[in-house]
């Protein structure tokens, strides 16, 4: 355990400091690291290109962002933090009075100590973002400002990392975590690191399922793979999405759109099985990525568990969500209960039935002899469990989600099941 702990450590202090964006070599400088761990493919999408109603971005650089006094002393630099300036700000070579200056700077709406993270992806524009402390000093210091943003954009393309770990199924589990925020630990460092480590348990595993593992950015990843791969994404039959996941708070998980699937019922299963409480959410379409996955044109169920959720822990998109805020033994917590996810979703056995009614128990020796007997109430005859079983069989419904249905211990229906195995009159479907 020690071990991974020390792992993790290093990962969260190797990829804090790069200044990841939507696309560029930051974004490529991690991919690479995440690589030398698992096998990832580095994947390249052209800049500009359509992906259904958006355009891949451009790369973004930033060399240089300093805001100094009219005497020429330095009141803000981007070297002192990534947030301090918006992400895709443009260059600018400026000289602002107060009134003017005060529009372009950010500071936290609550935490004073704080500096927010702003971007603007999609329009240009530029920006500083400050603390309470940095906005009072640049304020109360003497203008005009000279105010200098030197950064470049770069018609190249937007990197994604990927990897197929196959199993005896062509059927795929999809696992993505997104790489654009830069120097922030939960939000989504956290989600970059336990993905590498998660991929790594499934690369050491026998595998039922097979799982495809995505480390993209934010929306527009999700937006362009999907368009890169519809054909694909047919073979995915559900999936997680990994954000915020290093937190000291509590364990959260937000379902998939479909309330009743089954991925619902298993993570639900474990956690009151390990007797940890946790805040569910229901779906809905503000989050990450699960909301590009579940759109119309693929309709993917995926779920999310978290620790420290994003919106609702305090340091939420600001330079206090921190090394000193995501430990690796909290990583370590989430990454075990995903591990046992895992675990659980190979071990998920599903039956389908080999007769499209009601099955003739009598003939399989399963019905007593004589029939018109009264129904017991509040428990079910044998008969009447094994009744349910095949009509539950249809493909779709675990042992584990048939117990949930009927209140029956999943050891007396294993032993049922295995009899009507035997009989075939089901037969094991997953």
């Given at each position: ?12 202090k ?7 964006s ?7 400088a ?6 030398k ?22 790369e ?6 300093i ?42 709406p ?20 400050v ?25 190249g ?17 999809l ?18 690191v ?25 929306t ?7 368009n ?48 940890i ?13 699960e ?6 044109g ?49 071990k ?13 128990l ?11 007997s ?57």
């Open positions: 355990m020690h071990n991974t702990r020390n792992k993790i450590n290093q990962f969260l190797d990829l804090f400091p790069l200044h990841r939507l696309a560029g070599e930051e974004n490529r991690t991919l690479k690291y995440i690589k761990f698992i096998p990832i493919k580095i994947v390249e999408i052209p800049s500009n290109k359509k992906v259904f109603d958006w355009r891949v971005p451009y973004w650089s930033i060399e240089e962002g805001i100094r006094d009219n005497y020429d002393k330095e009141l803000i630099n981007l070297k002192n933090n990534n947030l301090h300036v918006i992400s895709y700000s443009k260059s600018v070579d400026l000289r602002l009075n107060w009134s003017r200056l005060k529009k372009k700077l950010h500071k936290h609550k935490l004073k100590k704080a500096i927010p993270y702003r971007t603007s992806y999609y329009k240009k524009d530029w920006g500083f973002c603390n309470s402390s940095q906005y009072n000093k640049i304020r109360s210091s003497k203008g005009p400002y000279k105010i200098k943003i030197k950064s470049a954009f770069k018609k393309s937007m990197s994604i990392g990927e990897l197929l770990i196959k199993g005896k199924s062509k059927k795929e589990i696992i993505s975590t997104y790489i654009c925020h830069p120097s922030m630990a939960n939000d989504n460092l956290s989600g970059v336990l993905t590498s480590f998660l991929s790594k348990f499934l690369l050491s595993k026998k595998r039922k399922w097979s799982y495809r593992i995505l480390f993209i950015p934010e527009i990843g999700a937006i362009s793979y999907l890169q791969n519809k054909d694909i994404m047919s073979k995915i039959d559900c999936g997680l999405n990994i954000s915020t996941v290093g937190g000291p708070g509590k364990f959260g998980y937000k379902e998939t759109f479909d309330k009743n699937h089954y991925l619902n019922t298993l993570i639900d299963n474990l956690f009151n099985e390990k007797k409480k946790y805040k569910k959410y229901s779906f809905d379409i503000n989050g990450s990525d909301r590009q996955y579940s759109s119309p693929f309709r993917i169920n995926i779920g999310a568990i978290t620790k420290d959720k994003y919106y609702e822990y305090p340091y939420y998109h600001s330079s206090l969500d921190n090394l000193n805020y995501v430990k690796a033994k909290n990583l370590k917590k989430t990454l075990d209960i995903y591990y046992s996810v895992i675990e659980k979703l190979e998920r056995e599903v039956y389908l039935s080999n007769i499209d009614v009601e099955a003739f009598t003939k399989h020796n399963l019905f007593k002899k004589i029939g018109g009264f129904l017991k109430k509040n428990s079910l005859s044998e008969v009447e469990i094994i009744n349910w079983i095949i009509f539950l069989c249809d493909g779709k419904n675990s042992i584990d989600e048939i117990s949930n249905i009927i209140n029956i211990s999943t050891k007396t229906l294993k032993k049922l099941i295995k009899k009507l195995v035997s009989k075939k009159i089901i037969f094991k479907y997953v």
